[in-house]
């Protein structure tokens, strides 16, 4: 037993442990929020060791109960599960700060928070499980635990919207839930197991139809979660309605750990990349479509949940070519796009509270009324759209080396699709910038634009302004976070070098194999 | 492997009743469908298990040879108790869809089926109880006294 192994379960343990906690603490508010503080604080501290241990000795594997591989529960933690396990744990906990910050200045009646900790604390758990499953019913577990939480989360104060909006987003997931599991059956019944390193093997060696079938269900399970284009429906008419810092988990997190089953699964179990072809194509219409919704936007809640569809395009991208560089490239555009769409939520949050709504046709002179959150909002923008030097910049051009080295015409479709998407990016949140920010207050009645007119605003906006302030943590948890996105810009080489590592892990399954299996596979 | 016919067709007819059903608008027929569709996936998982044979676990026993694969057994179990736990939510959801659609917003200021009498009636129905208590009270206290 040394330190990585007893740190694995860990991540797991706290969050759930400080779940308990803060459910018995229900009514003591202070209290619950330390419990969370804390074991969040805890588990980034868990990550960040297992990141450099990981990295210095290889994958950490325990076997839970002392049950050998194939039989009992196995986690792993490769360089890929670590990394993501510290930006995700890194978020939860800087969202946390913020919603702390907005329950002081509210006095929580907007949310109710004797149940918003707990929920918080499940939706964290289930997703460091899913980080770090290495079979393929736990990642299903790690998911059914996330997605519990996050209905609760979705649905908080069971105001008529937010019910309608949960109704969507559930249903849809209970299908992509139920179809997770079916194929993971029928995986159990083609190979007789669910454990990730066995089935590196023996998935390989059956038939090329049964390959493909099982590969096409559990693409499609996670592909509803990662809202990829056409399964992507779902996802801005859900997201904007839930609170601020719900919202900015959801965008930053639960599409990634999506993204992440398929990278993992894609490259693990079909390394023959047979989905190259669909993938590409797939990934081009996610981008363009994703940010053609987002230009027709007038809500900026909206707006950003259309950005974020088009950005799951590129990473899809990045899996489809499947090249060293290429996941290396999807690697780092993961880290980057988890950290800069969250803090860009959070930035939406401000400017709903500031500003008195998220609709572009009634926003106006905020640069006055909030120059920090109108900073704030443009170098989070600027990164999105991937304007240099940026780490979003960096995390295109690696894509775009990447798809130019495959040199297929379908890979330059790619290639230029992604750079419309980006130029469309930039455009759409800087005329979002400019509308709410930079036009003057006066200006805003009877505005006379012809662009204006034909956005499309929130079905369900009441068109109420109602103005709410701000208390100095949701903005310092806001800078903190974009703090943290410029620091992926200026410690770029060691973050792509360390992203390089995993993708080498990632390409050559043989690293995770022989971590879970040290004697052979049986 | 081989599998039951009947848990087969039992299966495909679970899966189409329920997909057919989860096609409706209405919330409590999608959690009906929900539920038949999560019981097929879960007689799938069973199906996939193979032939039936001897307990699992247990060794020692002649039929050691012909156990049965209890991995599936645990999965369904495990997905069993998901399902439950999700039913349970979609359920409260529901009530909470009720209750909106027949009251609106108004109706979470509603307390409890004394709802609309004002403060002074529910005053008096405490004084009135606490009155009663009194009486009660008393009347121990005179056969406590009565008592030799």
């Known amino acids: ?102 329950g002081i200045v509210d006095g929580d ?27 393929l019913f736990n990642l299903y577990v790690g998911f059914e635990m996330l997605l519990s939480a996050s209905y609760v989360l979705l649905t908080l104060g069971g105001t008529g919207a937010r019910i309608r909006a949960g109704v969507t987003y559930i249903v849809v997931s209970l299908v992509s839930s139920v179809l997770f599991l079916s194929a993971i059956a029928l995986v159990y019944g083609a190979t007789g197991t669910v454990t990730l390193a066995l089935l590196a093997e023996r998935i390989p060696a059956l038939p090329t139809g049964i390959q493909l079938i099982l590969g096409l269900m559990l693409l499609l399970a996670f592909s509803v979660k990662a809202a990829v284009f056409p399964l992507s429906f779902w996802l801005p008419d859900s997201y904007p309605t839930a609170p601020a810092p719900v919202t900015a988990v959801f965008a930053g997190l639960l599409t990634k750990v999506g993204v992440y089953a398929i990278l993992r699964t894609q490259t693990l179990l079909f390394p023959e990349n047979p989905f190259s072809v669909p993938l590409l194509v797939v990934a081009m219409l996610t981008m363009l479509v994703g940010i053609l919704g987002a230009l027709a936007q007038a809500d900026i809640k909206r707006l950003l949940s259309f950005t974020l569809v088009s950005h799951i395009g590129y990473l899809i991208f990045g899996i489809a070519i499947g090249t060293p560089l290429a996941l290396a490239a999807t690697i780092f555009y993961l880290v980057h796009h988890i950290s800069v769409q969250t803090t860009l939520f959070l930035c939406a949050g401000l400017v709903e509270r500031v500003g008195g709504t998220t609709s572009l046709a009634r926003l106006g002179g905020m640069l006055k009324a909030a120059p920090v959150v109108a900073v704030l909002f443009f170098v989070g923008a600027l990164n999105l759209g991937g304007i240099p ?6 995390g295109k051009l690696a894509l775009f080396q990447a798809g130019a080295e495959l040199g ?10 992604g750079a419309v998407t980006s130029l469309l990016t930039l455009y759409a949140l800087a005329r979002a910038w400019n509308m709410a920010f930079w036009r003057p207050r006066r200006e805003v009645e009877n505005y006379e634009s012809s662009m204006l007119d034909r956005l499309t605003d929130d079905p369900h906006d009441q068109g109420s302004v109602i103005t709410k302030t701000v208390s100095a943590l949701m ?16 410690f770029a080489g060691p973050v792509f070098a360390f992203a390089a590592r995993a993708a080498a892990d990632v390409e050559a399954p043989a690293t995770y194999i022989d971590a879970v299996f040290p004697n052979g596979t049986p | 492997m081989s599998a039951s016919l009947t848990l087969v067709v039992l299966m495909a007819v679970l899966y189409a009743a329920g997909v057919y059903i989860m096609l409706e608008r209405s919330l409590t027929r999608v959690l009906i469908g929900f539920v038949l569709v999560g019981n097929a996936t879960n007689l799938l998982i069973f199906i996939m298990s193979g032939r039936p044979g001897g307990s ?32 349970a939510l979609i359920l409260a959801l529901i009530y909470r869809s009720w209750w909106l659609a027949r009251l609106g917003d108004e109706g979470d200021d509603l307390t409890d089926e004394h709802a609309g009498e004002t403060a002074s009636s529910s005053e008096e129905n405490f004084r009135s109880s606490s009155d009663d208590d009194a009486a009660v009270q008393a009347s121990l206290d005179a056969g406590a006294e009565d008592a030799p």
Request: proline share 6%; aromatic share 6%; net charge neutral.
């Open chain 1, 408 to 417: 297929t015409p379908l890979a330059y479709a790619g290639l230029a699709a």
């Open chain 1, 109 to 135: 009646s907007e949310t109710p928070v004797s149940i918003f900790h707990p929920s918080y604390l499940v939706l964290a758990a289930g997703l460091f499980n899913a980080f770090i499953a290495g079979d």
């Open chain 1, 475 to 490: 903005v310092g948890a806001t800078a903190a976070m974009l703090l943290l996105t410029l620091s992926l810009t200026v």
């Open chain 1, 389 to 394: 030097p940026f780490s979003g910049f960096l």
């Open chain 2, 56 to 87: 699992p676990i247990i060794t020692g026993t002649a039929r050691d040879a012909n156990m049965a694969d209890p991995v599936p057994q645990v999965l369904m179990l495990t997905a069993i108790v998901i399902n439950f736990g999700i039913t």
């Open chain 1, 1 to 102: 037993m040394n330190a990585m192994s007893i740190l694995v379960p860990l991540v797991v343990a706290i969050p759930l442990i400080g779940s308990a906690v803060t459910l018995a603490l229900g009514r003591r508010h202070s209290r619950q929020i330390t419990v969370s503080v804390v074991s969040l604080t805890l588990v980034v501290l868990a990550a960040a060791a297992l990141l450099v241990l990981v990295d210095r000795h290889g994958p950490a594997v325990v076997h839970v109960g002392g049950w050998q591989a194939p039989w009992g529960i196995v986690l792993v933690v490769d360089r890929l599960s670590a990394l993501m396990l510290l930006i995700s744990a890194l978020m939860l906990l800087g969202v946390l700060l913020f919603a702390v910050g907005q």
